[in-house]
């Protein structure tokens, strides 16, 4: 492999040290407890949770990608839908077709498992995720915002 190139797997055990590093700079604002807590959910259900991480010949990891199988999905019309739950990519690393390859790997995971639609969620004003999205084929369906209130 040459300096450039990387490959796109399924994490492993021994990952779970970078992939939590990884995950807490895509979310930053969860706990670690949190992080850890999901990520042994998502590794004990292999049959509805994808983890993917893109790995440098070196070992390093430099980008993931965890996506879900969702009995609903607002806008779209089937009841099994491949979900892109969460997709980073170190910044020195974009643009060169990692998040590209986690996301068509993800796709072909979804579809092995009779998934006709892939959908997937970016936050309003990530004009960067929206532009991957875009990118990679996607279209926007509705924007929403959330709001909360202490009682």
């Keep these: ?10 994490v492993e055990e021994k990952d779970f040290l970078e992939w939590l590093n990884l995950r807490r700079l ?27 991480v893109a790995e440098q010949d070196n070992g390093r990891l430099i980008g993931f990608l965890e996506a879900s199988i969702r009995p609903f999905v607002e806008d779209c019309v089937t009841d099994h839908v491949g979900y892109l739950e969460g997709w980073y990519v170190e910044e020195e690393f974009r643009r060169r077709g990692v998040g590209a390859e986690l996301v068509r790997a ?39 915002v959330h709001w909360r209130k202490d009682l």
């Excluded at 993800?106 to 959908?119: I, L």
């Design 106 to 144: 993800a796709e072909r995971w979804a579809r092995s498992r009779g998934c006709t639609e892939m959908a997937s969620d970016s936050e309003i004003g990530n004009e960067v995720g929206a532009m991957a999205h875009q990118e990679l084929g996607y279209t926007e369906t509705s924007r929403l």
């Design 1 to 10: 492999m040459t300096e450039n190139s990387f490959r796109v797997r399924p």
């Design 26 to 52: 895509l979310w930053d604002e969860a706990a670690d407890e949190e992080h850890r807590e999901e990520m042994i959910d998502i590794f004990s259900h292999p049959e509805t949770q994808l983890v993917l």
